[in-house]
């Protein structure tokens, strides 16, 4: 979602302005990882113009066993 923050606002600031921290309140800043751009940034790095910040969440599911359900379920149904 596009925000308008000050220059030099950090990332823990575009988070609060943005209210994703109040729509998931599950989101602990604690233990989650943040990132600009795909790159993993501190919660006090300082956003330039245009910036993305994401918030990512634990891997439900390993991605190598992902794709091997979906080669399974893919061969049994070619089977059927």
């Known amino acids: 979602m596009p925000l308008t923050l000050p220059g030099g606002a950090t990332v823990l600031q575009a988070l609060t302005e943005s209210g994703l921290l109040r729509r998931y309140p599950h989101i602990d800043l604690g233990t989650?990882?943040?990132?600009?751009?795909?790159?993993?940034q501190p919660l006090d790095h300082r956003l330039r113009d245009q910036d993305r910040v994401e918030v990512y969440r634990p891997l439900q599911v390993d991605p190598k066993e992902a794709r091997r359900l979906r080669y399974r379920k893919q061969r049994e149904r070619i089977k059927a």
């Open 32 to 40: 989650a990882k943040v990132g600009v751009w795909g790159s993993l």
